[in-house]
């Protein structure tokens, strides 16, 4: 099953790691995710998945999708 809240940490964890800062805040996440922070709220509330926007992100960000949604390592995709 896929859960949001582990989506975001992964989110949150890259976005660490690329930024060099050690607290990434909810509105930061909206703003990488093309997200409007009101909207972000919404869902994240409703534990709704934006998918589309996920896919844009990982698009962007040449990361794997499987590995944000399902936590795949690419060694085990090939």
């Known amino acids: 099953m896929i859960v949001f809240h582990d989506i975001i940490e992964r989110i949150r964890t890259l976005l660490q790691h690329q930024n060099g800062q050690e607290k990434i805040k909810d509105r930061e996440i909206a703003a990488a ?46």
């Open 33 to 78: 995710l093309e997200l409007d922070p009101q909207y972000f709220a919404v869902i994240k509330k409703r534990n709704k998945i934006p998918y589309e926007a996920l896919a844009h992100f990982c698009r962007r960000r040449k990361i794997s999708l499987n590995w944000l949604l399902f936590d795949q390592k690419p060694k085990r995709l090939t």
